[in-house]
């Protein structure tokens, strides 16, 4: 299949897998404040969420933008899957705010916009050559990485814990990320397991960390949702990282290798800047949607001569 009818398949499949993502991440929001506040990886909160029907629409737009995610993949590349399957973000935005009787903010969605633009540059700029393709991967090579991203999950959790403040939203969305990048870089391994034979993955351990390492994710996601008000911020946060981590994966454990000439890397570093400003665009206008809101609820009502009730 020659690579334009190949896009003609990925672009549908990943646009519409970013939709499945974002009605998702809003169902999924929406329903987890519904239930009371579990601890951080507690399973109670999956057990109370099974019974709201919000969630399951969720779980169910998951697993199916999961396998319109994998079609895209398998017909496209990922400097151009993974970009529109950050656009989830405006989704989310867009469902969320409907959910809500409420207009999508435009910032907001600019913000969204432009973290895509962000993402698909740096992928164009630091796609890897193709690396292990037979499920070999190097572990001692990424041993620094995987306990640098160890220590970094351990202490977003740990503060978004102990900390009593907004920030601990995007710590928990940023050890989401992290775990779902880690989550598809083992799957990368996986896949090249099963061209050597059926059986190969379970001869391995790298299943066995998946099937850890993948629950963990969903439920941290969860818990991401319910500590935040809005959804946008999160799902920027873990939608930039995950293909961040993914991509280091696949350079410390698979043997694959990045153009470092200096050209590329300072593209590269104002791609992953263009990235952090639309997140932080996204933060910032987020948190001041949030204290307008609470400004017009405390607003107290006033009678005018001849008019109905207004807001002082």
């Known amino acids: 299949m020659d690579s334009g009818t190949a896009l003609v398949i990925a672009v549908p499949a990943a646009v519409l897998g970013a939709a499945g993502f974002g009605l998702a991440s809003a169902a999924q929001q929406r329903a987890t404040h519904e239930v009371a506040v579990a601890p951080t990886l507690s399973p109670r909160l999956i057990v109370e969420l099974l019974a709201r029907p919000m969630w399951l629409l969720g779980l169910v737009a998951t697993i199916v933008a999961l396998a319109l995610q994998i079609v895209a993949l398998a017909f496209g590349p990922l400097a151009v899957v993974q970009p529109l399957l950050v656009t989830g973000v405006a989704f989310a935005s867009v469902f969320a705010a409907l959910m809500n009787g409420r207009r999508p903010d435009a910032l907001i969605l600019l913000g969204a916009l432009l973290c895509a633009a962000g993402l698909s540059a740096f992928l164009l700029l630091a796609r890897p050559t193709e690396g292990s393709t037979d499920g070999e991967f190097n572990l001692m090579a990424g041993l620094p990485l995987a306990i640098a991203l160890a220590v970094l999950v351990l ?148 009678m005018r001569r001849g008019a109905g009730p207004v807001a002082r």
């Open 155 to 302: 202490g977003c959790v740990f503060y978004a814990a102990t900390v009593e403040h907004s920030s601990r939203v995007l710590a928990l969305a940023l050890a989401t990320g992290v775990l779902y990048g880690v989550t598809a870089g083992l799957m990368k391994v996986i896949t090249g397991q099963l061209r050597v034979g059926l059986d190969e993955p379970f001869r391995h351990p790298v299943l066995y960390v998946v099937c850890i390492i993948g629950p963990m994710g969903f439920l941290l996601s969860q818990n991401t949702f319910q500590a935040g008000q809005l959804v946008a911020p999160a799902v920027a946060v873990i939608t930039s990282v995950d293909p961040v981590i993914g991509v280091l994966i696949g350079v410390s454990w698979l043997g694959e290798r990045l153009d470092s000439s200096p050209s590329l890397l300072m593209g590269q570093y104002l791609a992953a800047a263009v990235v952090i400003g639309s997140i932080a665009l996204i933060a910032v206008r987020g948190h001041h949607l949030l204290q307008r809101r609470e400004i017009l609820a405390d607003r107290p009502l006033v």
